[in-house]
């Protein structure tokens, strides 16, 4: 009978993590009329059609019991004009957007203004997967700008025009 190897090590995994290139988001939500949000990088496309989308959020966060109550939430994708943007909702600063200019999506979730491309989207699961909630969402609402992405890869993060394409 075969021997089933130990589960690898937090470091090694870390070292896995960040061996990965991921685009840089910020999710945010109205908490009744106070703007919330935090920094992902685990948010991914599930179909085009219907267009649907899943963010994971650790349920220590901060803001994670603000999306869970929430019908909908905006999913930011970030310009490489928006370092300062990723710095600030990489914290858990208590008021994160004074200061910042954003609007309200249709169904009134912040908006962040520069950013690549922004969505808003109707929470349709809440799936618990051991520290995360994995939200699936229905989108709702999309915008595109020429402002080209931010991305992040072994704890740096990067203009993703600057990517050299494989032959």
Not at 50 to 55: A, D, E, G, K
Request: hydrophobic residues 45%; charged residues 20%; negative net charge.
């Amino acid at each position: 009978m075969p021997t089933v190897p130990a589960r690898p090590d937090l470091d090694l995994m870390k070292k896995v993590n960040r061996a990965f290139v991921t685009g840089v988001t910020v999710v945010t939500a109205l908490d009744e009329e106070v703007p919330r949000g935090l920094a992902v990088n685990a948010f991914s496309s599930i179909s085009l059609d219907p267009p649907t989308v899943m963010v994971c959020v650790q349920r220590t966060s901060s803001t994670h019991d603000c999306l869970f109550r929430a019908d909908h939430l905006a999913i930011n994708i970030l310009s490489t004009d928006q370092l300062d943007v990723v710095n600030r909702f990489a914290t858990k600063a208590e008021d994160k957007f004074t200061g910042l200019d954003w609007t309200p999506g249709p169904f009134g979730s912040p908006l962040l203004e520069r950013s690549s491309a922004q969505m808003e989207v109707e929470i349709r699961e809440r799936l618990q997967a051991s520290t995360h909630t994995v939200f699936i969402c229905r989108v709702t609402h999309a915008a595109v700008t020429e402002r080209h992405a931010m991305v992040y890869s072994a704890g740096r993060f990067f203009d993703g025009s600057a990517l050299v394409a494989l032959a």
